[in-house]
């Protein structure tokens, strides 16, 4: 049982370049969402899935295209990279069963962007 | 690994002193809380979550408390060891809400 994988570890792009980062849970959660987390803040949302098939904006979604075609799997899209991009994002996941529940995180992916 | 959270309030304590992190959220309709640790370089990991029919909660070496009047939600580590150094996020919610907001963290250093 891996839990949330996250592919890759560790990207660096050039400003406009495109990119998809990979998250696949194996707990069979409904819901799956992607943060970033910038140094001194939080982790904040970007998009959530409450179901394959289904998608939503979540804080900060400007940038960012999500797709969500297996249950298992939640892909983050970056069109056109810009340097404020440069993060860490996490993807997680949880149980749905009509309330909400602790997220389980994957370890991240370290973007740079240049 | 890299650090989280450069600007993080830090609470350093002594290796087996108790530790408390504190948390304050506005959103009086919140009514489930959460603690997760996160490692440097790693994903947060759960600690132990409460929800508002309660005031307190226990896990193992870890209590959280919960004072819906001011708004408080607080994390105490028992006799704390290195193993408990990390950054500390709380996080809210409520229900037909589908996601967590989180805190800012808090750095807790344990001094051997």
């Known amino acids: 049982n891996a839990g949330v994988t996250q592919t890759p570890k560790f990207r660096v792009l050039k400003t406009g370049q495109s990119m998809t980062l990979l998250c696949a849970q194996d707990?069979?959660?409904?819901?799956m969402y992607w943060y970033r987390q910038d140094p001194g803040m939080g982790l904040r949302l970007i998009h959530y899935s409450v179901g394959e098939g289904t998608t939503a904006k979540g804080e900060v979604p400007d940038g960012y295209n999500v797709s969500r075609l297996k249950k298992q799997n939640f892909l983050l899209g970056l069109e056109s990279a810009a340097p404020s991009q440069t993060s860490v994002y996490f993807c997680?996941?949880?149980?749905?069963?009509?309330?909400?529940?602790?997220?389980?995180f994957g370890p991240g992916t370290r973007l740079t962007v240049t | 690994g890299e650090s989280v959270g450069l600007h993080l309030p830090t609470l350093s304590v002594q290796e087996g002193d108790n530790s408390i992190i504190n948390c304050a959220y506005s959103n009086s309709a919140s009514d489930y809380f959460i603690w997760y640790k996160q490692e440097s370089g790693k994903g947060p990991q759960f600690i132990i979550d409460i929800r508002s029919n309660m005031d307190k909660r226990q896990g193992q070496r870890v209590t959280v408390l919960l004072n819906k009047t001011v708004k408080h939600l607080s994390l105490q580590i028992a006799a704390t060891q290195p193993g408990d150094s990390a950054v500390y996020f709380c996080a809210e919610s409520y229900t037909g809400r589908r996601a967590l907001t989180f805190g800012s963290g808090t750095r807790l250093q344990v001094q051997p």
């Open positions: 997680a996941s949880s149980y749905s069963l009509g309330g909400v529940y602790e997220q389980y």
């Open positions: 707990m069979n959660h409904e819901y």
